[in-house]
Every structure is written in structure tokens, then in C-alpha cells.
Nanobody, 124 residues
Framework: QVQLVESGGGLVQAGGSLRLSCAAS????????MGWFRQAPGKEREFVAA????????VYADSVKGRFTISRDNAKNTVYLQMNSLKPEDTAVYYC?????????????????WGQGTQVTVSS
């Protein structure tokens, strides 16, 4: 069992930055691939970014590539999402998720554990 708690969301103006954190507790954090997803009102949950167990391999959705960076600190059991050049369309609840094994990192059903989410609102 893995418990995930996100933090760092908030209200920011377009062009600004936020850094989300996801603290994990429970089973060995470094065994898990970690992902960030988001869900806007009335829309399906969508993939944002993922990192493998070591953090050396990462993948991003095209919509955030070049603006967002995922990283992890296994010593602190934490994964981060640095979000720069934010746009109003980035407004959503952001969730972190953990997958013991994942073939398609962008697929919601590949992930075993989810956090409760943190709201990010970008004003124009």
C-alpha cells in the first residue's frame, strides 16, 4: 500500500510558475514509476508527465512539453512537477499516481495508487 499526498497548488497568473510536490508513504517508493495527471471540470483525467523508478527516464504530454518538468527524490519519497509558463488551459486538479509496473505510462489504468489531488488555477 502506498499513500500519496499532493501539495503546492494554488492560483497563479498566466506566465507564472508553480511547483507541485507529492509525498509518498508506505511501501518502497523507489520501486514505483510515478506519474502526474490532471482533470479539468467536465473533462476526463489526462496524462501530464511520468518518471521511471530512478527518474532518469521521463515522458511528457505534448501540451506541457518544454514547460513542465517532473523529477523525484527517492531519499525524500517525493516526486515533483515544476510548471513554468502556465496557461489558463492548465487549470485543473492535479493528481500524482504510482505504478509498480507500467507499459503505457500515459494510461490511467496502469497506476495502482492515487493522491487526492491539488487544485491549480491559472488566471488570464
Amino acid at each position: 500500500q502506498v499513500q500519496l499526498v499532493e501539495s503546492g497548488g494554488g492560483l497563479v497568473q498566466a506566465g507564472g510558475s508553480l511547483r507541485l510536490s507529492c509525498a509518498a508513504s508506505g511501501r518502497a517508493f523507489s520501486n514505483y514509476h510515478m506519474g502526474w495527471f490532471r482533470q479539468a471540470p467536465g473533462k476526463e483525467r489526462e496524462f501530464v508527465a511520468a518518471a521511471n523508478w530512478s527518474g532518469r527516464n521521463t515522458v511528457y504530454a505534448d501540451s506541457v512539453k518544454g514547460r513542465f518538468t517532473i523529477s523525484r527524490d527517492n531519499a525524500k519519497n517525493t516526486v515533483y512537477l515544476q510548471m513554468n509558463s502556465l496557461k489558463p488551459e492548465d487549470t485543473a486538479v492535479y493528481y500524482c499516481a504510482a505504478a509498480l509496473s507500467a507499459v503505457v505510462w500515459g494510461r490511467v489504468t496502469e497506476y495502482d495508487y492515487w493522491g487526492q489531488g491539488t487544485q491549480v488555477t491559472v488566471s488570464s
